[in-house]
């Protein structure tokens, strides 16, 4: 079993930026893919980023390409999720999620997930 506990979530202005924490336990992630996703009031879960075991292979889902950062460390069993120049449209409940595959692949069910960590962007 793999544990999951987001951090880093919190109230930010429009363009300002937050770093979310993904931190696990239990298992080790290193030959896990890992994921954030995100679910705003009154709409489905989505996807954000994924990285792959080894953080060779990385994907965003087209409205955070080039704002979020998707990273992980290892040795530290975290994974991390850098967002710049927020949107209002970015505020949700973020979620990080452990694959027991060592790459992601769309529309792939995540095994493992954490708690939340809510993002309000204030326009």
């Known amino acids: 079993q793999v544990q999951l506990v987001e951090s880093g979530g919190g109230l930010v202005q429009a363009g300002g930026s937050l770093r979310l924490s993904c931190a696990a336990s239990?298992?080790?992630?290193?030959?896990?893919?890992m994921g954030w996703f995100r679910q705003a009031p009154g709409k489905e879960r989505e996807f954000v980023a994924a990285i792959s075991w080894s953080g060779g292979n990385i994907y965003y889902a087209d409205s955070v390409k080039g704002r979020f950062t998707i990273s992980r460390e290892n040795a530290k069993n975290t994974m991390f999720l850098q967002m710049n120049s927020l949107k209002p449209e970015d505020t949700a409940v973020y979620y990080c999620a452990a694959l027991d595959s060592p790459f992601h692949k769309p529309g792939a069910r995540y095994d493992y997930w954490g708690q939340g960590t809510q993002v309000t962007v204030s326009s």
């Open positions: 239990g298992r080790t992630i290193s030959s896990y893919a």
